[in-house]
Antibody, heavy 119, light 106 residues
Framework: EVQLVESGGGLVQPGGSLRLSCAASGFTFNFYWMSWVRQAPGKGLEWVASIKQDGSEKYYVDSVKGRFTISRDNAKNSLYLQMNSLRAEDTALYYC????????????WGQGTLVTVSS | SYELTQAPSVSVSPGQTASITCSGD??????ACWYQQKPGQSPVVVIY???KRPSGIPERFSGSNSGNTATLTISGTQAMDEADYYC?????????FGTGTKVTVL
C-alpha cells in the first residue's frame, strides 16, 4: 500500500525555522517527482514546491522562494521541507504529495502536518 | 502570475447534474485536473489530463477543457459527492490551484 506520512509540524514563533519530513512507502520513491502542498485553515489549496526524482530540479511558489528548501533522500525514501524565516501567513496544513503521469497530477497525498506560526 | 477562478459554491439536487467551471487565460492550452476534498480529508484527484478518470473514480465524474474554461461535470450527483472541488494546472513548472468550489447536495 502506498503511504505518505508527514511529520515535523508544530508551533513556531515568527522568524523561526521548522523542518518537515515525509516518509514514503509502498512504491519506488526515486521514480517520482514529489511536492509539498499547503492549506491554510479554512482556505484553499496552495502548491508550495516540487522536486525531481534525483533532486536536480526544484520549483517553488514565489511567496516561499529564498525561505523554504525542498529536498529528498532517496536512500531513506524521504522528502523534506526546510522552512526558515517563517511568517504568520505560512500557518497551514502541509501535505506531501506524489506527482504522477506526464501531465503531472497528484495521485497520492499524505494526511498532512500542521504548522502554526504565532507568538 | 497565473490565476484560476472558480465560483465559490454550487448547489445541486440529488440525481441532477452539477457543473463546476474553472477559468484561466488560455487554460485550454494546458492540462487541467480536478481534486475533491471532503471535510477533514486529504484531496483526491477525480479528473486528470482534462478528462481522464483515475481508477476507482465513478463514471459520473467527467471533465472537459477548451478555450479559457475547464469544466467538471458530476452526473447523477449523490450525497457523497458533497465536497470542495479544486481545479489545478501548471504554468511554467509552477502549480496553480483554482479558488475552489463548494458543492452542496440539497
Amino acid at each position: 500500500e502506498v503511504q505518505l506520512v508527514e511529520s515535523g509540524g508544530g508551533l513556531v514563533q515568527p522568524g523561526g525555522s521548522l523542518r518537515l519530513s515525509c516518509a514514503a512507502s509502498g512504491f519506488t520513491f526515486n521514480f517520482y517527482w514529489m511536492s509539498w502542498v499547503r492549506q491554510a485553515p479554512g482556505k484553499g489549496l496552495e502548491w508550495v514546491a516540487s522536486i525531481k526524482q534525483d533532486g536536480s530540479e526544484k520549483y517553488y511558489v514565489d511567496s516561499v522562494k529564498g525561505r523554504f528548501t525542498i529536498s529528498r533522500d532517496n536512500a531513506k525514501n524521504s522528502l523534506y521541507l526546510q522552512m526558515n524565516s517563517l511568517r504568520a501567513e505560512d500557518t497551514a496544513l502541509y501535505y506531501c504529495a506524489r506527482l504522477e503521469g506526464s501531465s503531472w497530477y497528484w495521485g497520492k497525498w499524505g494526511q498532512g502536518t500542521l504548522v502554526t506560526v504565532s507568538s | 502570475s497565473y490565476e484560476l477562478t472558480q465560483a465559490p459554491s454550487v448547489s445541486v439536487s440529488p440525481g441532477q447534474t452539477a457543473s463546476i467551471t474553472c477559468s484561466g487565460d488560455k487554460l485550454g492550452d494546458k492540462y487541467a485536473c480536478w481534486y475533491q476534498q471532503k471535510p477533514g480529508q486529504s484531496p483526491v484527484v477525480v479528473i486528470y489530463e482534462d478528462s481522464k478518470r483515475p481508477s476507482g473514480i465513478p463514471e459520473r465524474f467527467s471533465g472537459s477543457n477548451s478555450g479559457n474554461t475547464a469544466t467538471l461535470t458530476i452526473s447523477g450527483t449523490q450525497a457523497m459527492d458533497e465536497a470542495d472541488y479544486y481545479c489545478q494546472a501548471w504554468d511554467s513548472s509552477t502549480g496553480v490551484f483554482g479558488t475552489g468550489t463548494k458543492v452542496t447536495v440539497l
